[in-house]
């Protein structure tokens, strides 16, 4: 039988169509182009429609017996597929999206060779010079499970020019699909990739083994892996003076109404006294500061003694030009006279260091320091500080200004903010005792472009291990860098000059729905969903719980790989998300095997059921060997 017509169109709705099967046609139907099998789910059918034909996929297969009209009321069974309608082949090209819907009574085909080949091939050709070098434009990324013989390719501009997302269970195949696409970008010789600035975050620490043999296979690329581990060769770390307000209180996990405004404040104070020397503004509020702070101790009803180490402590980190231990300052005699500790008199000049000693418990000349710090003293403080430029600076500075912030804070409002700043101040010295505040560090950098363009160096691909942070130090981590990066990306000339793919690997970890925006409701994961493209920044991400992320980041992405997925929350977000699916679609994405995903976005004609290779070498995320671990 070479007639490649096998129904018609028994009824059309908005989902879908129904198709009678002809009667009497068995289950293979002989071409031509060889034996094809009648109903197979997920295989193509073709309507003809005047100067058109419509591509469909079937979707069901259903037989029914009904009653024949004859005399003995035979039962006969009669077949019927649902088909989803994919796109039209006009002018032999093929087009996702059908403009109207075939009439009833329309015939359905066996689809062709042809039909085939102008459905999967994608209709560009690679760019050839006069020496027979090619740039592609084009990635073969697996190869057709329904037609092995069909390579699935993505259009390179389409695909890596905009945000993309890989979906899964874990153990469904992401960790190779993502290994292998990107192997594959770098593994082209003549017309290399040496453009291309991938820079993957590992969150498992898997793929440094599948990236390794990137700079073996060409010479030309360069991969790079750095770490946040402790002890790692190549570390990673993050410049401390690049972290906002939100950061700190997300990473010291901050009360917005008591804990928060210490730490703005503490920022404030880093901005005004590592400021330059010859800033007349910073001077005054400098002075105003550390003046405020020792009035409120010398008034304190704490002991001498405590007075004594408390101002030692600030003018020791924290001191002026004018109000440091070596200012003389005038002297107040019979002010001081009973505070002289046994002495009889107070000379007519003092240092305050002198006016600070001690003996017989008693502080030499309290009033006289009072009095000169008066004279420093400013009515609005805060209209001084504002827009001051950030300058670097070390933990153990933030430390010593949160410190400073709290006895600041206690001498213009409240005494119980001691009491509400405590936790915050314990957990902020365990940060800077632990392995994990190394990882924030001053750095030789100075500025975000030095520090970028030092981490993105001359490397086409870098991997950033952070498998060794913990889910709050991750979320900080990535947050700062991207923010960092996005910044540099921006103030890039002309706009759009060196496109990086950033590639965030179990993405729900930081890019989630229930992200704590923080005070300033700053989302650098949605900014960059949303303009990082006219900059050249381009996200792909890949999660096991797409939905746990955020809503805006995915609605961004133009292109999906979705290998198995089974939670039933996941498959409704995908449903709801994701552009280009179908019922039937989502119905597929509960049973496909290991390393098989549906394709489908702007990138490709057609949503495709790809066989992704194994990845050469594969990441390190196999299943341990239970047999082989537990029988010894």
Known sequence: MNNRVIGRIISINHNNVTAELTQNLGSYIT????????????????????????????????????????????????????????????????????????????????????????????????????????????????????????????????????????????????SNTIANIIQRIFSKKDYSARGAKFIVFDSNGEYEAAFKSVNEINSQINARFLSTSYDAENRLTIPVWALSVDDWAILLHASEKTQVPIISRALDMIKVFDSPADDDTAKKVRNHIVASVIKDVLSSSE??????????????????????????????????????????????????????SLAYAKMYAPVSLMEYCDGFILSNINDLIENKPTVPYSLKRFTEAVEFAVLYEGSISSSRIYEYTSTLVTRLKHLSESEQGSFFDKTEFTTIEDYIKSIIGESQLLNIDISSLDDTATEVVTKVFCKMLFDYMRSLKPRNAMPVNLMLEEAHRFVRSDMDYGVLGYNIFERIAKEGRKFGLLMGISSQRPSELSKTVVSQCSNFIIHKIQNPDDIQYISRMVPYVNQGIVDRITYLRRGHALVFGTAINLPTLTAFDKANPTPNSGNSNIVEKWYL
């Open 303 to 356: 002991n001498p003694t405590t007075q004594n180490a408390k101002i030692l402590m600030i003018l020791n980190k924290f001191h002026t030009e004018e109000i440091k231990l070596e200012t003389v300052i005038p002297a107040n005699r019979e002010a001081d006279v009973n505070n002289a500790g046994g002495r009889n008199a107070t000379p007519v000049q003092l240092s305050i260091a002198t006016a600070l």
């Open 31 to 174: 071409l031509y182009d060889g034996i094809r099998f009648v109903g197979e789910i997920g295989s193509y059918v073709a309507i003809d429609d005047l100067n058109r034909r419509i591509i469909a996929e079937i979707i069901s297969v259903d037989e029914k017996n009904e009653m024949a009209a004859e005399k003995l009321n035979k039962a006969e069974s009669r077949r019927y597929l649902k088909i989803n309608l994919l796109g039209e082949i006009s002018n032999s090209i093929f087009n996702f999206g059908v403009t109207k819907m075939p009439p009833v009574f329309s015939e359905i085909k066996i689809i062709s060779e042809s039909d085939l080949r102008l459905m999967l091939d994608i209709n560009e050709n690679d760019i050839t010079d006069d020496s027979g070098k090619t740039k592609l434009t084009v990635l073969p990324i697996g190869s057709s499970v329904m037609f092995p013989e069909y390579q699935v390719k993505v259009k390179l501009n389409e695909f890596f020019g905009f945000h993309f997302a890989v979906f899964g269970n874990t153990g469904s195949g992401k």
